[in-house]
T-cell receptor
Framework: AQSVSQHNHHVILSEAASLELGCNYS??????LFWYVQYPGQHLQLLLK??????LVKGIKGFEAEFIKSKFSFNLRKPSVQWSDTAEYFC??????????FGAGTTVTVRA | DGGITQSPKYLFRKEGQNVTLSCEQN?????MYWYRQDPGQGLRLIYY???????QKGDIAEGYSVSREKKESFPLTVTSAQKNPTAFYLC?????????FGPGTRLTVL
């Protein structure tokens, strides 16, 4: 089974700081990669996705992620966070079937 | 307004009782999923269904059962055999590669 690792359990930072969340996966074949976000009290929603092509993908709310195939990584970044970015972030990987494998999640707390 | 609905939002049951969680979608998606979310463990797949009248076990299916009699509906039953049922349960549906999630049901077994 696919294994997805998120390096940080909890990240605390101040507004305007830069954010980078790590994600590594175990499968070496063709994968689809996703970052989901869960704001307090809200649905899990898609931030961005990578299927093929340009390995630098841009998502909603100023987030971007870079797929590095040689490192099996799909790290999420945002140059300048806002208080409203406080949420839990999940990396997910899909192989050849319908199933998504999720990482354990990273809680991001942004202090005003 | 299209989307996925889960009811109820909070559910309390006594130990030893079966309980059924509802999931309905009006997105016309073929595939539907049930996940369990526990703190520090992310989302783990319980069951999924790619088409009506068909479903497969996910990674943690023991103690759970599902049915898929209609395209719109994918109810999950948490049975008394599930040793640690207290959790947050998320339903999802998908078209092609992207999954869409419902608001979740928080089940507490007393």
């Amino acid at each position: 089974a696919q294994s997805v690792s998120q390096h940080n359990h909890h990240v605390i930072l101040s507004e305007a700081a830069s954010l980078e969340l790590g994600c590594n996966y175990s499968y070496g074949g063709t994968v689809n990669l996703f970052w989901y976000v869960q704001y307090p009290g809200q649905h899990l929603q898609l931030l961005l996705k990578y299927f093929s092509g340009d390995p630098l993908v841009k998502g909603i709310k100023g987030f971007e992620a870079e797929f590095i195939k040689s490192k099996f990584s799909f790290n999420l970044r945002k140059p300048s966070v806002q208080w409203s970015d406080t949420a839990e972030y999940f990396c997910a990987v899909k192989q050849n079937d319908y199933k998504l494998s999720f990482g354990a999640g990273t809680t991001v707390t942004v202090r005003a | 307004d299209g989307g996925i609905t889960q009811s109820p939002k909070y559910l309390f049951r006594k130990e030893g009782q079966n309980v059924t969680l509802s999931c309905e979608q009006n997105l016309n998606h073929d595939a539907m999923y049930w996940y369990r979310q526990d703190p520090g463990q992310g989302l783990r797949l319980i069951y999924y269904s790619q088409i009506v009248n068909d479903f497969q076990k996910g990674d943690i299916a023991e103690g759970y059962s599902v049915s898929r009699e209609k395209k719109e509906s994918f109810p999950l039953t948490v049975t008394s055999a599930q040793k640690n049922p207290t959790a947050f349960y998320l339903c999802a549906s998908s078209i092609l590669h992207e999954q869409f999630f419902g608001p979740g049901t928080r089940l507490t077994v007393l």
